[in-house]
């Protein structure tokens, strides 16, 4: 790649972690393309980056094809696809598409936007990075007939879902696209002081937002592991299908996580829920 510009397209860039990455990755040689909600905050980073920005709501799956074709009407070749934009979330509360909130923000919409560029990202022959959390593995446990845990949500039980489908959907594209030079993977970014939790009441809001939030590491910080993801190459840095538990750390997740009827099936739901086929 040597003298061509990188495309890097970064979802829940206007905040916390992908905020962080952003401003580390600006500069010579990336074109950085942000994504994210709030106008006002999505505007000011990428004023300061020197990026190119777009707005979508999540909540909203119009917005995210409404993203897919501005960005791929805009970007020639996509290197790399952060999926970063997340959170928890109290609830369970339904979106005007019908789906619960931490599933569609978390899952549902980064998967349909990924299908949207699927194209351009295999012609680039991409890396589409996951930002996942160990909560997948404290939390998750999916239930296959109520993926949207709507007969048993708790804001930590739907988050940990969330994030294992974020490690099942890495998997899955591995499975489908590696051979046709797509690479995935999922990663924990830490357990960061950002703006994580502030929809919630309890006990996260408590750790991030209260007095043990000094005792978390730094979005700064936070934004170097994705920065890792992003920068470094597959194959090399990283492997494709994995989940790392930091940069240079395979660790466990939950092991639904290495059921491949798992990874199938909740795939396939997925796609049933959108009405779409890869
Ligand atoms: N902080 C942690 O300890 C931790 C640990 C493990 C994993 N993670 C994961 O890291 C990722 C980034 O989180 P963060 O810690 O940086 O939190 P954050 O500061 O709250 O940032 C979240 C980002 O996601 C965006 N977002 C939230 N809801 C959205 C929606 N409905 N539609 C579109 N974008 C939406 C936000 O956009 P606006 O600001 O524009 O609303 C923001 O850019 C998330 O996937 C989170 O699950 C965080």
């Not at 020639?76 to 509360?93: C, H, K, Q």
């Not at 194209?119 to 996942?132: D, F, K």
């Not at 007969?151 to 988050?159: D, E, G, H, W």
């Not at 940069?247 to 009405?275: C, F, I, K, N």
């Amino acid at each position: 790649m040597m003298g061509a510009e990188r495309t890097i397209v970064i979802t829940g860039a206007s905040d916390g972690i992908g905020a962080a990455a952003a401003r580390q990755l600006a500069g010579a040689g990336v074109r950085l393309v942000l994504v994210g909600r709030s106008p006002q905050k999505t505007k000011a980073v990428a004023e300061e980056t020197g990026a190119e920005y777009h707005l979508a709501d999540f909540t909203r799956l119009d917005e995210v094809r409404l993203l897919a074709e501005a960005i791929g009407s805009s970007c020639e070749r996509i290197d790399v696809l952060a999926n970063n934009a997340g959170g928890m979330f109290s609830g369970p509360t339904a979106t005007p598409d019908g789906f619960e909130k931490t599933f569609q923000v978390n899952h549902l919409a980064p998967f349909l936007l990924t299908h949207l560029l699927l194209g351009t990202l295999l012609e680039s022959r991409a890396s589409v990075v996951n930002t996942s959390s160990i909560g997948a593995r404290l939390f998750g446990g999916i239930d296959l007939e109520d993926l949207e845990d709507w007969r048993s949500f708790t804001p930590s039980k739907a988050y940990g879902d969330a994030k294992l489908a974020n490690i099942l959907f890495a998997k899955g594209l591995h499975d489908r696209f590696h051979e046709r030079g797509l690479s995935s993977v999922a990663f924990h970014p830490g357990t960061v002081a950002t703006n994580f939790a502030s929809d919630t009441d309890g006990y996260f809001r408590r750790i991030y937002h209260g007095a043990l939030k000094r005792f978390l590491i730094s979005p700064e910080r936070g934004g170097r592991r994705l920065r890792y993801f992003i920068e470094g190459a597959p194959g090399e840095a990283w492997a494709s299908g994995e989940y790392r538990v930091s940069p240079r750390r395979r660790g466990r997740t939950h092991r639904q996580a290495y059921d491949p009827v798992v990874v199938r099936e909740h795939w396939r739901r997925s796609e049933e829920m959108l009405g779409i086929r890869w």
